[in-house]
């Protein structure tokens, strides 16, 4: 069974500052995909951003990037030019490809960002 | 686009009753539905999967007798918490996939609802 770890259950940040969530999976698949969802106080699980294990290159969306070692089975996640309103919890997660697959989530680091 | 609803957003009812939660997206065709259970400060966990047309594939250790699921459509999902008990209070949350094979690894989700069960 596919497993995934978050080992930081709280994270803070200095608002403009970078900050770097861990995360690791383990699966004995070679195609799958990794996501990191932002969930705010309002609950509403945001996708954040997504890679797919076939592509070699990390995957990026504006302040947010990913550190993806398939090989150590890491997705770590990177905000840039940390904003108030990225304080959230922040769940790793992982797929098999197919869209009936189900989606296995990481327990969650929750991130603070100080004024 | 991606837009995924539930209805209703917060719920109370009593003891012994039946509840009805609405997941529905509203702009795309969903390939599956999931349905998540989260307790507080806690991950999301996986209650059932949901295709349109057919029985829904329960996670081990979940009732399906108590959690029923209808997905009658592409872009409709029930869950039906059936005989609530208190220890059933918890914030349900339902995702849907893409329909189109380019995206269909992606997973949007609804915004919650919260069950409280006096």
């Known amino acids: 069974a596919q497993t995934v770890t978050q080992s930081q259950p709280e994270m803070s940040v200095q608002e403009a500052e970078t900050v770097t969530l861990s995360c690791t999976y383990d699966t004995s698949e070679s195609d799958y995909y990794l996501f990191w969802y932002k969930q705010p106080p309002s609950r509403q699980m945001i996708l954040v951003i997504r890679q797919e294990a076939y592509k070699q290159q990390n995957a990026t969306e504006n302040r947010f990037s990913v550190n993806f070692q398939k090989a150590a089975k890491s997705f770590s996640l990177k905000i840039s030019d940390s904003q108030l309103g990225d304080a959230a919890m922040y769940f790793c997660a992982y797929s098999p490809p197919g869209g009936y697959q189900k989606v296995t989530f990481g327990t969650g680091t929750k991130l603070q960002v100080i004024p | 686009g991606a837009v995924v609803s539930q209805h209703p957003s917060w719920v109370i009812c009593k003891s012994g009753t039946s509840v009805k939660i609405e997941c529905r997206s509203l702009d795309f065709q969903a390939t599956t539905m999931f349905w998540y259970r989260q307790f507080p400060k806690q991950s999301l966990m996986l209650m059932a999967t949901s295709n349109e047309g057919s029985k829904a594939t329960y996670e081990q250790g979940v009732e399906k007798d108590k959690f029923l699921i209808n997905h009658a459509s592409l872009t409709l999902s029930t869950l039906t918490v059936t005989s609530a008990h208190p220890e059933d209070s918890s914030f349900y949350i339902c995702?849907?996939?893409?329909?189109?094979?380019?995206?269909?690894?992606?997973?949007?989700f609804g915004p919650g609802t919260r069950l409280t069960v006096t």
């Open positions: 995702s849907a996939r893409f329909l189109n094979r380019d995206r269909d690894n992606e997973q949007y």
